[in-house]
């Protein structure tokens, strides 16, 4: 009876250990690896641990979409290119990549520098997006988003065909559009 009441004691504090130390990472901000987004009419379920390190300042990612709208890009409205050369084909229409954040996610500013790679990279061939979910609620609403950030393919004809929710490597991007048949 004794051993019994031993083993039940250090399992309560073995839990209780795990509860401290989860309670300091989730005060620090250290487990939040996307931010879920408050959408009316639903409730958020799902939280992944982890952060980035050495993702791209808040600043820097600002700085860089301040460019792209200086440039003549207008980032956070629905269906409109960041870029004037990606969205202006009318007479072929091409694949869309949508990246859905918002500026001071740690994960968005993360992905940021991806982003602009990429639609620096693929101009003429798909157009990549960037809508602040936050500045344009529409859009986060429009396609039901409750993560950030979450990346959206959709085909030539404006359909979805893939759908992923957080950091999305560089090549791994490429290689889902390889898989569709976006790029060689």
């Not at 879920?36 to 993702?55: D, F, I, K, R, Y």
């Not at 609620?137 to 409750?146: D, G």
Request: hydrophobic share 40%; with cysteine.
């Amino acid at each position: 009876m004794q051993n019994q009441t031993k083993i039940a004691g250090l399992i309560l504090v073995g839990l209780l250990l795990v509860f401290v130390i989860s309670n300091k990472f989730l005060a620090s901000g250290l487990s939040r690896s996307d931010e879920q987004l408050p959408v009316p009419g639903t409730s958020v379920a799902q939280e992944s641990p982890g952060a980035v390190e050495g993702a791209p300042s808040e600043g820097a990612a600002q700085k860089s979409r301040e460019e792209t709208a200086a440039a003549g890009g207008r980032e956070g409205e629905p269906g409109e290119s960041s870029s004037g050369t990606q969205g202006d084909r009318e007479d072929k229409p091409l694949p869309k990549m949508l990246e859905l954040g918002s500026v001071g996610c740690a994960r968005c500013e993360y992905m940021a520098p991806i982003t602009e790679a990429l639609k620096r990279e693929l101009a003429g061939k798909v157009v990549v997006e960037f809508h602040d979910v936050r500045e344009s609620p529409a859009i986060a609403e429009q396609y039901n988003i409750m993560t950030i950030p979450t990346q959206i393919f959709l085909d030539a004809k404006g359909e979805e065909v893939f759908r992923h929710i957080g950091v999305f490597e560089k090549e791994e991007i490429l290689a889902k559009m390889r898989e569709l048949g976006w790029v060689e």
